[in-house]
């Protein structure tokens, strides 16, 4: 008598953290990432990681306050863009989706992740080196932290763009324009990988992690919550 009392727990599609707070928190910490630091550094700008590495060395001497601000905020943002990814991919499969777009999504968003926390890392340690280190230690620092925070985090970010709107366009749960801006955007991050051989492919990752985002942001609110909001 007392079992069919209990009533089975069905999951729903609206569990877990509202994506848009998350999405949003994530790109918020993502931008103060870059203007508070250049605020903190009274308006100097962190030097190119194709630059000369005497400027390097003279930024970090006279800025190790900014650095850490950077890499604080850096680390920050890795998470909730972790959680943004794992609510994103339940969604998916709460929706019904069984493609492996969702996983390519997942492993995207948790390779993006884990790129800005390791280079929020190498910024911290950046700001660590004593003035001695002279200037190929903080240049290879330096290249670590851009390796990772550059086209790491946008390739891994475009997996995870490219992934969701490939999914959302098959079974129609986002807009046509909504979803090939995130195949266009993915498709750029990807181009950011050419960086390691070509330093102009540098001006593809700004657009890659902003731009990505920024498209994140709108599907968090575009992205139904049950089927009946889906177009298919």
């Not at 994530?26 to 508070?36: G, K």
């Not at 943002?77 to 943004?84: F, I, R, Y």
Request: aromatic content about 6%; hydrophobic content about 60%.
């Amino acid at each position: 008598m007392m079992a069919s009392l209990v009533r089975p727990v069905r999951p729903r599609a609206g569990g877990g953290p509202p994506l848009p707070l998350v999405a949003g928190v994530a790109a918020a910490l993502a931008v103060a990432a870059v203007v508070v630091p250049l605020i903190v550094a009274g308006g100097d700008a962190y030097p190119s990681p194709f630059g000369d590495a005497g400027v390097l060395a003279a930024y970090v001497g006279a800025h190790p306050d900014a650095l850490r601000v950077t890499a604080l905020l850096q680390f920050a943002a890795s998470v909730p863009l972790a959680v943004l990814t794992a609510s994103v991919v339940a969604r998916l499969h709460a929706l019904g989706v069984r493609a492996a777009g969702a996983m390519i999504a997942l492993v995207g968003g948790v390779a993006a992740a884990t790129a800005a926390a390791v280079s929020a890392c190498a910024q911290w340690a950046l700001s660590r080196l004593p003035e001695t280190s002279g200037e190929a230690l903080p240049g290879l620092v330096r290249d670590v932290a851009f390796a990772a925070g550059g086209p790491w985090y946008v390739v891994g970010s475009g997996l995870l763009l490219a992934g969701i709107a490939v999914t959302a366009a098959y079974y129609g749960l986002l807009p046509r324009v909504l979803w090939i801006t995130g195949v266009a955007l993915a498709v750029v991050s990807e181009l950011a990988t050419f960086v390691f051989v070509a330093p102009v492919a540098a001006y593809l990752i700004p657009v890659g992690r902003f731009g990505g985002l920024a498209w994140l942001v709108l599907v968090a609110v575009r992205l139904p919550r049950d089927r009946h909001g889906s177009r298919r």
